[in-house]
């Protein structure tokens, strides 16, 4: 691996960002989260205990490492603290090993409010967000009405800037008697956490040009999928933020040189959770066998993820649209009890076969997957580490992906613990 790498979910998220970050951290001084919030949920699964980690770096589980929140997360104070509570109390320490961007706009309880409170006006037609408040906070940072972390150390100018909300958000704060929309109560608990939170605050854009003037490793760890970026996936069926490598640049303030390299995050199938298109989904006895055999549940909100065959089609569009250099290939394993595996390499559209993902929404919801089957493997390969002892049809299967997408693999997952991997 090259120094300053960049790891990006190439799905709909949910590919195993966590363990993929968690294993580069080795060899990383600097571990960074540039967009997205609490709707994240990496898990890793180390020393025989499980951490899921929604806001902070997976890098602070690596004794050492520094890891940083930069300004384009979307940061929910009371959830950062929550976390750090509980790194403390299972004996990680992160005084002097995490700092946030003073720029970072704060998910706040009335965010959380609206989100559901969308998603109801929404109704059949609803996105299926995760409920943490994401869009509305995103919302509210783009129409230049947000808080931000610096806000919390200026008292007046906070308790300004809250007493705006009511008259912004009408619609939302009629329903008086929620407390998620009761300023003054909001204006002191955010008093009684910032003492917690001021020395964290840091410029990280500045610290990561000095980071990388002392020739330090950076690694930059995304949130969520390509497929779930506001530009670039499946709008409107996307979270509220830049999940690809541009993302890492507005959401840092660093130039494009400081990545030297892009790892696609992939699953050997396909899942996605939530509303929208996907083109690949199983309905059927094998789509639940993909769910029961890969533990496809929610991080964050514990909701059933949808799934399917893998698509290579929208993973090109993955690879083009970042300039993906390798692949980390996660739960190969999971395949391992299916006869049969398909992969999705074409979409039909109205009769038409095409290569690539259809940038109108309502052309993505029609088509249908053009498949090449796979003869299954149907032995274990839980726990591999040697690409050379995986059976041949795993191989094929492997080879095909790589020669599709030309996009070389770096690492294969074989299960969730560190060591169950095959670097390449
Ligand atoms: P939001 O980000 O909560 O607004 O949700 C918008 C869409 O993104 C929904 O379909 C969510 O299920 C999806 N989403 C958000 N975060 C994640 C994630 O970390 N993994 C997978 N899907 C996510």
Redesign the pocket.
Known sequence: MSKNVIVIGSQ???EGKGKVVDLLAERADVVVRFQ?GA???HTIMTGGRKFVLHLIPSGILHPGKICYIGNGVVLDPKCLIDELDALYNEGIETVGRLFISPAANLVLPYHKLMDQSDEKRREGDG??????G??PAYRDKVERCGIRVADLFSPERLRARLALQPAIKAQYFSCENDERCDINKIFNNLMDMAPRLKPLVADISLRLAEHKKEGKSILFEG??GVM?DVDLGTYP????SNTSVGGALTGLGIGPKMIDEVVGVVKAYTTR????PFPTELSDTVGMALRENGGEFGA?TGRPRRTGWLDLVALRYACRTNGIDKLAINKLDVLDKFDKIKVGVAYELDGVQISDVPLDISDLCRVKPVYKEFEGWMVPTTGLTSYDRLPEKAKEYLKFIVEILGVKIGLISTGPGREATIMM
């Open positions: 709909w998220g949910d997205g709707n994240a949920g996105i299926g967000t995760t409920l943490r994401i869009g949130a969520q779930l069926f996307t979270t509220s959770v939530g509303a929208g964050t």
